[in-house]
């Protein structure tokens, strides 16, 4: 096979294939982040076209965000029981199968269905706990690193698509850009056939940074269901008070980043009068400096107090959202914000990751993150609702910032509650 080959040549350069593996995730959730995040530019173009309202769009972007993360759980259990490649190969054909019907959809029923259902069952399949796979079993060292490496894929994800999207849209319509991040998951589905492995052991490797000698047993096979694998972790992970501090930590993550920012900033900004190509460029400069956040943020959760790295990011986050209505919309303070946010869009998740192995162990470490970022997308599905709300009852967008940049107050104080629980849980 072409890993194998791959494998076999890397290792005569002394370079692990674990990076190969970091390589192919980050491309296949940067082009997941394209999908994820492009009905952002499309909100718009559809009231135009079928004259829905922004609560109604809203409400599918919202059940696509809570199915995304009650996803999470159960994905981790089909990566542990039918590997990683199979797994995310049909995650892809299900969103591809989706975006193709979507482009012949007239009623909104149809956007609920297919955008909402279907993609939030697709993209949920991998989401973030793919990444986390990846960093606890490929990597020993440098595991925070990765985790920060694979987040920062959905920053770069906006930097690349969003303002192309924004472009085809407003030149080509609507169902050009999507056919083009159809295009681009085909490719990455063809990158996860040829190159995607499940364990370091599956090419004589131990894991980057392992330097034991002694033979690496095979994974015990899983007997359980999956359904009895992910309800059975979430059974033994609420009763460690941790768990709740991250899951409520993280489900402000979701209202006050892919929620909130990433489905309503674009037609915010038009109501401002930004034109709709310039809002999505400020969207991706936020992709811009998250990407670097992201990456710093994983190097100093292998350095520094995990709890205290999300104190700050929330703290700072927090005060990003309550800074942006005084800004005027104007360059100089949209740009002001797009710097400030963006460095800390999700530089929460590699401390969040590292946290949760810490307190669960490695192998249960995916399990219990899924159920923490199902927390993160029942965050992202309320705020995008209730932006939406408030756009159509209220004719304003600001109300939903507000309540965010409060919120994010409240998560660095519990960030920093975490500290007082010093005892690890049982794996």
Same mark, same amino acid.
């Given at each position: 096979?072409?890993?194998?080959?791959?494998?076999?040549?890397?290792?005569?350069?002394?370079?692990?294939?674990?990076?190969?593996?970091?390589?192919?995730?980050?491309?296949?959730?940067?082009?997941?982040?394209?999908?994820?995040?492009?009905?952002?530019?499309?909100?718009?173009? @559809?009231?135009?076209?079928?004259?829905?309202?922004?609560?109604?769009?809203?409400?599918?972007?919202?059940?696509?965000?809570?199915?995304?993360?009650?996803?999470?759980?159960?994905?981790?259990?089909?990566?542990?029981?039918?590997?990683?490649?199979?797994?995310?190969?049909?995650?892809?054909?299900?969103?591809?199968?989706?975006?193709?019907?979507?482009?012949?959809?007239? #009623?909104?029923?149809?956007?609920? &269905?297919?955008?909402?259902?279907?993609?939030?069952?697709?993209?949920?399949?991998?989401?973030?706990?793919?990444?986390?796979?990846?960093?606890?079993?490929?990597?020993?060292?440098?595991?925070?690193?990765?985790?920060?490496?694979?987040?920062?894929?959905?920053?770069?994800?906006?930097?690349?698509?969003?303002? &192309?999207?924004?472009?085809?849209?407003?030149?080509?319509?609507? =169902?050009?850009?999507?056919?083009?991040?159809?295009?681009? @998951?085909?490719?990455?589905?063809?990158?996860?056939?040829?190159?995607?492995?499940? =364990?370091?052991?599956?090419?004589?490797?131990?894991?980057?940074?392992?330097?034991?000698?002694?033979?690496?047993?095979?994974?015990?096979?899983?007997?359980?269901?999956?359904?009895?694998?992910?309800?059975?972790?979430?059974?033994?992970?609420? =009763?460690?008070?941790?768990?709740?501090?991250?899951?409520?930590?993280?489900?402000?993550?979701?209202?006050?980043?892919?929620?909130?920012? #990433?489905?309503?900033?674009?037609?915010?900004?038009?109501?401002?009068?930004?034109?709709?190509?310039?809002?999505?460029?400020?969207?991706?400069?936020?992709?811009?400096?998250?990407?670097?956040?992201?990456?710093?943020?994983?190097?100093?959760?292998?350095?520094?107090?995990?709890?205290?790295?999300?104190?700050?990011?929330?703290?700072?986050?927090?005060?990003?959202?309550?800074? &942006?209505?005084?800004?005027?919309?104007?360059?100089?303070?949209?740009?002001?914000?797009?710097?400030?946010?963006?460095?800390?869009?999700?530089?929460?998740?590699?401390?969040?990751?590292?946290?949760?192995?810490?307190?669960?162990?490695?192998?249960?470490?995916?399990?219990?993150?899924?159920?923490?970022?199902?927390?993160?997308?029942?965050?992202?599905?309320?705020?995008?609702?209730?932006?939406?709300?408030?756009?159509? @009852?209220?004719?304003?967008?600001?109300?939903?910032?507000?309540?965010?940049?409060?919120?994010?107050?409240?998560?660095?104080?519990?960030?920093?509650?975490?500290?007082? #629980?010093?005892?690890?849980?049982?794996?």
């Amino acid at each position: 096979m072409i890993s194998n080959q791959l494998a076999a040549a890397l290792g005569r350069r002394n370079i692990h294939y674990g990076w190969v593996m970091v390589a192919v995730t980050f491309f296949t959730a940067l082009v997941s982040a394209g999908t994820v995040g492009a009905p952002g530019v499309f909100i718009v173009p @559809l009231q135009q076209e079928f004259g829905w309202s922004t609560a109604e769009i809203s409400s599918a972007l919202s059940i696509r965000f809570v199915l995304f993360g009650l996803m999470a759980p159960f994905a981790a259990a089909l990566l542990n029981r039918y590997g990683l490649r199979n797994i995310t190969l049909l995650a892809q054909l299900i969103v591809v199968s989706a975006l193709l019907a979507s482009l012949a959809m007239t #009623q909104v029923w149809h956007l609920v &269905l297919l955008w909402g259902v279907v993609i939030g069952l697709g993209t949920g399949m991998t989401a973030l706990v793919l990444g986390a796979t990846i960093a606890t079993r490929w990597f020993v060292a440098r595991r925070g690193l990765v985790v920060g490496i694979l987040t920062a894929s959905v920053a770069t994800g906006q930097l690349v698509f969003l303002p &192309l999207l924004a472009s085809l849209t407003e030149r080509l319509g609507w =169902r050009t850009a999507l056919a083009l991040v159809c295009c681009a @998951l085909a490719v990455s589905a063809t990158a996860v056939l040829l190159l995607m492995r499940d =364990r370091p052991s599956d090419l004589g490797l131990r894991p980057f940074g392992d330097k034991g000698t002694e033979p690496i047993a095979a994974p015990p096979p899983v007997s359980t269901s999956i359904f009895a694998t992910a309800l059975g972790t979430l059974r033994d992970a609420v =009763r460690v008070p941790v768990f709740w501090m991250l899951f409520a930590t993280f489900f402000i993550c979701g209202a006050s980043t892919n929620g909130l920012v #990433q489905v309503h900033l674009i037609p915010m900004c038009l109501d401002f009068g930004i034109p709709q190509v310039q809002a999505a460029s400020l969207l991706a400069a936020m992709g811009m400096f998250d990407f670097v956040g992201t990456i710093v943020s994983g190097w100093l959760s292998d350095r520094y107090d995990n709890r205290w790295l999300l104190f700050w990011y929330y703290g700072l986050r927090g005060l990003s959202l309550l800074f &942006l209505p005084f800004t005027d919309f104007s360059f100089y303070g949209l740009s002001l914000f797009a710097m400030f946010y963006g460095l800390d869009w999700i530089a929460t998740v590699p401390p969040t990751v590292r946290l949760t192995a810490q307190r669960f162990g490695p192998e249960r470490a995916n399990l219990v993150f899924g159920w923490v970022f199902a927390g993160h997308q029942l965050g992202a599905g309320t705020a995008a609702f209730g932006a939406g709300l408030s756009r159509t @009852l209220l004719q304003s967008y600001l109300p939903a910032f507000f309540m965010a940049g409060a919120l994010c107050m409240v998560a660095a104080l519990l960030a920093l509650a975490i500290a007082r #629980q010093a005892k690890p849980a049982a794996a």
